[in-house]
């Protein structure tokens, strides 16, 4: 699942109880001070925002030479033809365009910029789907729904159903009672988003943003109350988002949560119209990048290597890179068979890093997945992935994929790099308070509250999520790399973690607690937020290991 999403209800629900005390409000609550868009970029000695010290990191290497790098995101497409990202976007040079050949022989037909493994004859894509705790439920349930206690033979199999039946039941349980809550805050916001509309005299269609409100001076009640529903929700989610995306990201959302309830166990079969429990090695998907979903791969990209100082949009981390997009990841949870697949596709087609902002509870096939993560690290390409937005103690708890394999034979990757989120300031509020967290197993944070990064409709689009502190993590590999293109995988996450100096004695909210503090040094291994500056400084020092 992608790794912003989750984070949307949590405000969404705040806006709710402001909805609620706003109803007969005529005077608009006090806004929240806006954070510059770039501040992750930023330095927090230089300029007061703890970000990656992006100016001071090129600085360091200006007047050297860089060398293109090619970076896979997999995740929900993206848009190709996004005036920030078009230029930068990978070309597969051996495939003649939407000739329908294969041309470069490797198992998919005008893959120009990437591959979609959701995607099914006809131009469609299964891009809606439910959590892998549902899929598995429904798969089991016929066999051991009945029984309490294994068969002779299947106790493996028996003990794992257990753990999907707990899982299942919570997720349904949990989604359920969030259809019930959000599911009257959509109708108000949309019923709301019509009278600001025709208060402020747009079009049916038209969007407004924080801003707009400014010009709406009414005596009617109803629109007042309108008013002053929308300011509470920007306060919320940012002034830079407009009404549209707003309903539009929460109707994704209910539709998730909808089909966790109301399952469409058909739609992979029917759409894509391969068996995601099979292997085989037969070809499946389509080279459709852009759905109607592809916004969280947009912004994804744009975070890496969105074009630098076109005065559009945002510059993004990297200044020389090729973004090869995967589409794997739909509005619900990810196949193991696709993830697989994808990391082979990206290293296959020479991927040096491969961003992955996505994550479950389950993973029926993760040998398949570790198998894949081998053949990343045998190829030297090096993975960053999202922690989850779970608020939790991964180390308890685990998120999928990881890099504690199923047979035991690996427990930590030397090509893997695990992102938690932190924030702008350096007060108890820096680590995200969504963010999911582990000593063994998070291996740095990075900015991911209140980030701003492109968008398919519109120039900006500010979130929170795991999901955008991978990508600048992401970013700053594909930026060392651009400059020390001799170093191994296993080089640049070691500069990365260096260049995270543990910010020992900074006590900080934990994250899911209003109340408790840690050290933020106790929420992952380097106990310190990325940094690229460091990180060049430290690559600098490097000598490139043998044979690479």
Known sequence: MHQICKTITGALVGAALLINLNANAQVAPKPAAELPKSWHLMDLK???????????????????????????????????????????????TKEIPGNGIDDDKNGYIDDVHGWDFLGGPGGKCDFTETTEEVREYNRLKGKYENLTAAPAGSEKEFAYWEKVKLTHNETVTKSSGELQQLQPILNALMASSGYVKRALKLKSDGTFKKADLAKLTTTNDTVAQSKNV?????????????????INDLSEYLQKLNNDVNPDLEARARIVGDDPNVQDGKPYGNN?????????????????????????????????????????????????????????????NGAKIINMSF??????????????????????????????????????????????????????????ISVGASAAKKDAELAGSFSNYGKK????????????????????????????????????????????????????????????????????????????????????????????????????????????
Do not use: C
């Open 359 to 416: 994550g479950k509870k389950l993973s029926p096939h993760k040998a398949w997945v570790d198998a894949a993560f081998k053949y990343a690290a045998d190829k030297n390409v090096l993975l960053v992935q999202a922690s989850g937005n779970d608020n939790q103690d991964v180390d308890v708890k685990p998120q999928f994929p990881n890099d504690t394999f199923e047979d035991g034979s690996v427990t930590d990757l030397d090509n893997v």
């Open 288 to 348: 459709i990048l852009k759905f109607a979903d592809a916004e969280h791969g947009t912004g994804v990209a744009g975070l890496i290597g969105a074009v630098r100082n076109n005065k559009y949009g945002i510059d993004g981390v990297a200044d020389n890179v090729r973004i090869m997009a995967i589409k794997a990841v739909p509005n619900g949870d990810e196949y193991d068979k696709d993830i697989a697949n994808a990391i082979r596709y990206a290293v296959d």
């Open 46 to 92: 230089t300029d007061g925002y703890f970000g990656i010290s992006l100016n001071q990191a090129y600085q360091f290497v200006k007047g050297k030479k860089s060398k293109t790098v090619v970076i896979a995101t997999i995740d929900s497409g993206i848009d190709t033809a996004q005036a920030d990202l078009k230029p930068v976007l990978w070309v597969n």
């Open 230 to 246: 929308w300011l509470s929700v920007f306060e919320q989610e940012g002034g830079n988002e407009t009404n549209a995306k707003i």
């Open 441 to 548: 197993t998070v291996d740095v944070f990075a900015p991911g509250v209140k980030v701003t990064s492109v968008n398919m409709d519109a120039e900006f689009n500010t979130a929170d999520g795991t999901s955008f502190a991978s990508p600048i993590t992401a970013g700053v590999a594909a930026l060392i790399l651009e400059y020390y293109p001799n170093l191994s995988a296993k080089q640049l996450k070691q500069a990365i973690m260096e260049s995270a100096t543990p910010l020992t004695g900074v006590m900080v909210l934990k994250p899911g607690s209003k109340t408790e503090k840690v050290d933020f040094t106790t929420l992952s291994k380097t106990g310190g937020i990325v940094n690229a500056y460091k990180a060049l400084v430290a690559a600098s020092k490097m000598k490139p290991e043998a044979g690479i």
